[in-house]
């Protein structure tokens, strides 16, 4: 029995951040010049988001302020991450009025997969009927306006709203597999498509490849023999066809590690950057212990300055599984002191993998287990007072340093001002 047509809507919120500041403000996106920036970083910070008003004239949501022309001018806000969380939320809300939860994919802050076929009769009404409903709410109720890609599957749900609805006057775009030959085959270059990125564009140009079509005439063996599954994949995607469905992302993936990056917004040097490094690995250790996990191999990666590029990313494998904040700090030390090349920091990443629940205390003959249970406590301790007080309520001497930014980073979410 041929499975029916499914009615996908993909649905992304116009110029989220930016448009959040507005209506918070009583402004109109569409007639005030605003961009979401940092303005502490100078005329290097990269914008998070400008209104659609920035945007007819030219200037892109990620930009560095110095890349604004001078002629415009513009009023800048710093991002509000509670903010966004809070609209982002009262959005979803509108969508769970419409559908179950279980037919709802929260792709992004701002963006969100419907799957309305069950509903259609419901409602009476066809997709692009429903969408209309459903834009129509959210705009009454949150201020915010939304575009709507419509397909038979996520993928060409996705691709309509990114390529057509946000260009329409209704902001919905309704695709369907007539369309692959019309509307998806021309898409050019191919990054412009959901799911292929730069270096895949450059590997796919050097086999001739330049646009979607091109793609879909392709001998899809030869894609599979050099990219494998990834090249079915993409082959699939560009003659329109993905079997994938929102109930498919309702099993959480496990997490296979946890990790905390940081970019810099100046040359750090060994002194410093050891000090950033210290900071980060108290912020896995405390994850690890509010999660009851312990893992056994420490990863450190590190970014140089644009001037000289490169890097390394290596682990370590311990012998016993921990979530003890000597321990791993003296392991990232380790691969610092091994594989630094003494050239300015820009990026630092910590990780801890191969993961296991917490469920006792194992100790070598050199351990003290009384000392050990004096040192779990204590953390348990500071762990409270963070819970309850806030994450800068207990700071340690060296996050006053100048070069500290734990207790700037301590009031964000997600790395932006909360």
């Known amino acids: 029995m041929k499975e029916k047509e499914r009615s996908i809507l993909c649905i992304d919120l116009k110029s989220f951040y930016a448009s959040c500041e507005c209506v918070e403000r009583g402004l109109d996106p569409y007639f005030t010049p605003l961009v979401v920036a940092n303005s502490k970083q100078g005329r290097g910070a990269i914008t998070l988001a400008v209104t659609p008003y920035l945007k007819k004239q030219g200037i892109p949501g990620r930009v560095r302020l110095f890349e604004i022309p001078k002629y415009i001018t513009y009023q800048i806000v710093p991002p509000r991450m509670s903010l966004y969380i809070q609209k982002s939320e009262e959005v979803v809300g509108i969508y769970l009025d419409f559908i179950s939860r279980e037919d709802l994919h929260i792709y992004s802050i701002d963006e969100c997969f419907l799957d309305v076929t069950d509903y259609l009769n419901l409602y009476h009404c066809n997709a692009e009927e429903l969408a209309k409903k459903i834009l129509k709410t959210v705009k009454e109720k949150t201020g915010l306006t939304a575009t709507c890609g419509i397909g038979p599957n996520l993928l060409l749900a996705k691709v309509a709203m990114d390529i057509e609805a946000k260009h329409t006057l209704t902001g919905i775009a309704c695709w369907n597999m007539r369309d692959v030959k019309t509307k998806l085959w021309n898409i050019s270059p191919l990054s412009k498509m959901w799911g292929i990125g730069p270096r895949m564009e450059r590997n796919l140009n050097r086999l001739g490849i ?48 946890i990790s ?25 250790t405390r994850r690890l212990r509010l999660d009851h996990l312990e893992g056994s191999v420490i990863g450190l990666g590190i970014r140089y300055s644009k001037t000289f590029g490169g890097g390394f990313y290596h682990t370590m494998k311990i012998d016993t599984p921990t979530d003890q904040e000597a321990v791993i700090l003296k392991a990232c030390e380790i691969l610092f002191d091994r594989y630094y090349e003494e050239l300015p920091i820009r990026q630092i990443q910590v990780s801890v993998g191969k993961l296991n629940q917490k469920i006792g205390v194992q100790l070598t003959i050199f351990e003290d287990f009384e000392q050990k249970q004096k040192e779990d406590h204590i953390h348990q301790t500071l762990d409270e007072v963070t819970l309850k007080f806030g994450k800068n309520s207990l700071v340690k001497a060296a996050n006053l340093l100048p070069d500290s930014t734990a207790m700037e980073r301590n009031k964000k979410i997600g790395g932006h001002m909360a």
């Open 210 to 257: 330049f646009s979607i079509g091109d793609l879909a005439n392709f001998d899809v063996q030869i894609l599979k023999q050099k990219y494998g599954i990834m090249g079915e994949e993409i082959w699939n995607h560009a003659n329109g066809m993905d079997h994938s469905r929102i109930q498919d992302f309702k099993v959480p993936p496990k997490e296979k590690s």
């Open 260 to 284: 905390h990056s940081q970019v810099l917004f100046k040359d750090y040097n060994e002194t410093n950057g050891k000090m950033i490094l210290r900071e980060m690995v108290d912020v896995v």
